[in-house]
């Protein structure tokens, strides 16, 4: 590789965290920020599912146009260029949230924002490859990842507070309910009159009434008891116009298919014959407790006018919930009759506690209009930013020798990262070297949630919080930022085998926890702590050899096809861990991914790695 001496004028500390921050944020708004977005807007679940799962499509067939972007220009350009495209789409998003079909015109542009964003994703990752050394690369490995994991926790937590300030500021005044979880209190839900809760006003001005104090005992309930009562309070909402009734998509006449009778069924019976698995009922007939609170308007709306009210939790115990994510609409028909929502604990919850839930009726257009003009404003200026600081690397040209030969060197750049020398090793190790990660990871949430019943630990929701969203990502943080550094003084070879071990063998505390099922939150929480940061670690590696395999030529391209190989080897074990786990139990299924490792440990001898990539020492 060309050494580019002008790249040293600018500190790689100056772009690899903007570069990779502004990397994640349009994924997180694309995959998860629209889904809120257009549930705030009353769009309904299946439309958002059906649409929302759509717009992944650019990330999974990104490698088909990879090559586009390595032939074409320069890497720094199309970084410069797609942030100010994904600016741009962002107004869009902004600017048609009003109209009158908004859900059609605001995906259009979502569809813009998520194939600008994965054709950025290309070029930081082809950029980050020429614009640093060898060493450079693997030290910065670490900190990539932890900017990356940043734009996510932006995504999806500041930028939904900021969504949800505006709310608050515009509209009218908030309302906060509070709900205490106790011994000993009468369950209200079963004296429910709903005609005999009346609206009451003392002046002219318009606000939301409601019920702000709500108890709800410890004690649990008959599971019957509790759907009745939430079927009641759902036909009295959505017969008074509250909401709507979605179309649940079920089926009762629906016939068995053809894979379920003659693959599914048979191969659920013998793997719960090898695994001696019964079918017992762990069914439970009691669950948490409930109680209801109600809103109504002090005065009617002018004709035509709806006040939106959206309630959901604010803050405290998440262990105490809704039943469901309310959107309620008044009117100048329903003003004056009450809108229910309610609340349950969780059947775990065994002590007092307490959460606030908060009503915003506030303008929601134009809350998220503001949210999403600020991201908007926020990319052309990183599209300025990185204009001016991202150095001009001599090996980033474009590889296009004329406009007759484009086709050619499309169809070549595929064909150099096919005809690779050990491309067999090389692609078997991008799909088995987290076989055992990609299943755990679906199930290691549920296990800590399901009841003692179950075989589960029991963790309430506020437990499981703290556990991974505090502590789990500290710690894959650190795994990742400690394997960055590591590997970029000994070389990625010296660490393989760690970064190997470190990525499988801590999956070993899941074993220990399915057959002990402590009861300590600190011998779970540093359970976690310890395979979290194991993958954090060992996870370097394989980001590493994504980079290593990919040198040459169309780098850029060849490491948007790793990637490619990367996605398939996650997603399809993971399809199917959850069906397993059913057969099998969780502790026969954390048995399993450990024997999911071993191809991992296996493929690592055949591995053909320079032993000075990624050292400092071997630069000249």
């Known amino acids: 590789m060309v050494k580019n001496k002008q790249s040293k004028n600018t500190s790689p500390w100056f772009w690899v965290p903007s570069l990779y921050f502004a ?84 995906l259009a542009f979502f569809w813009l924002l998520a194939f600008s964003s994965a054709t950025h994703d290309i070029a930081a990752d082809g950029f980050y490859m020429l614009g640093l050394t060898k060493h450079e690369q693997a030290f910065f490995v670490g900190i ?138 762990t069914g439970q007939l009691l669950c948490g407790n409930i109680a209801y609170t109600y809103f109504m308007l002090s005065n009617s709306p002018r004709e035509g006018e709806t006040v939106v009210l959206n309630f959901s939790h604010d803050s405290g115990d998440k262990s105490i919930s809704l039943i469901k994510s309310y959107r309620f609409e008044f009117n100048d028909k329903n003003w004056n009759q009450p809108a229910f929502a309610v609340f349950q604990l969780d059947p775990k919850l065994e002590k007092p506690n307490r959460a606030m839930f908060l ?143 470190a990525m499988n063998l801590p999956n070993l505390v899941y074993v220990f926890l399915s057959y002990a099922l402590p009861d300590s939150l600190w011998i779970i929480g540093a359970s976690v702590a310890v395979e979290q940061f194991g993958y954090g670690f060992g996870f370097t590696a394989y980001m590493l050899y994504m980079i290593y395999i990919s040198d040459g030529k169309h780098k850029t391209a060849h490491f948007a096809i790793t990637t490619g190989f990367m996605a398939l080897g996650m997603m399809i074990p993971g399809m199917i861990s959850g069906w397993l786990q059913d057969i099998i139990g969780y502790q026969n299924f954390f048995i399993w991914v450990m024997i999911c490792t071993i191809p991992a440990f296996l493929i690592v001898p055949f591995l053909k790695i320079d032993p000075g990539f990624g050292r400092k020492t071997t630069e000249k």
């Open 359 to 501: 009503g915003l009726s506030g303008d929601i257009r134009f809350s998220w209009m503001i949210v999403f003009g600020i991201i908007a404003l926020v990319f052309v200026l990183f599209s300025l930013y990185h204009k001016i600081v991202l150095p001009r690397p001599l090996a980033d040209v474009s590889h296009l020798s004329g406009s007759e030969g484009f086709l050619k060197e499309f169809l070549n750049t595929f064909a150099e990262f096919f005809r690779k020398k050990e491309l067999g090793v090389m692609l078997i190790f991008l799909l088995v070297y987290r076989l055992g990660e990609s299943q755990l990871v679906k199930l290691a949430s549920p296990f800590l949630l399901d009841s003692r019943e179950m075989n589960g630990l029991g963790l309430t929701t506020g437990e499981i919080g703290l556990i991974y969203g505090t502590i789990g990502i500290l710690f894959l943080t650190l795994g990742g930022i400690i394997g960055g550094i590591l590997a970029s003084r000994n070389g990625l070879k010296y660490w393989l085998w760690w970064m190997v071990i």
């Open 144 to 281: 990539r990842s932890t900017f990356y994991r940043m734009a996510m926790l932006t995504g999806q937590g500041l930028l939904v507070i900021l969504a949800g300030y505006f709310e608050a500021k515009t509209g009218l005044p908030p309302v906060e309910v509070s709900v205490r979880a106790e011994y000993n209190i009468d369950s209200d839900f079963r004296n429910f009159q709903p005609t005999q809760i009346e609206s009451y006003t003392d002046d002219d001005s318009l606000y939301i009434i409601s019920k702000k104090d709500v108890s709800i005992d410890l004690k649990r309930i008959d599971k019957t008891e509790r759907d009745q009562f939430i079927q009641v309070l759902e036909d009295w909402n959505i017969s008074h116009g509250f909401y709507t009734m979605e179309n649940s998509g079920a089926d009762e006449n629906k016939k068995i298919s053809w894979w379920a009778e003659n693959i599914s069924a048979p191969l659920t019976s013998m793997l719960k014959n090898i695994f001696d698995t019964g079918d017992e009922d």
């Open 23 to 106: 990397e994640g944020i349009p994924y997180v708004l694309v995959m998860t920020l629209s889904v809120i977005f257009y549930k705030r807007m009353g769009i309904s679940n299946t439309d958002i599912a059906l649409y929302t799962s759509w717009l992944y499509l650019p990330w999974v067939i990104k490698p088909l146009w990879s090559p586009v972007v390595d032939i074409l220009r320069t890497k720094r350009y199309w970084i410069v260029f797609m942030e100010l495209l994904v600016g741009a789409g962002l107004a869009g998003v902004a600017f048609t949230i009003p109209v009158h079909h908004f859900f059609q015109y605001t």
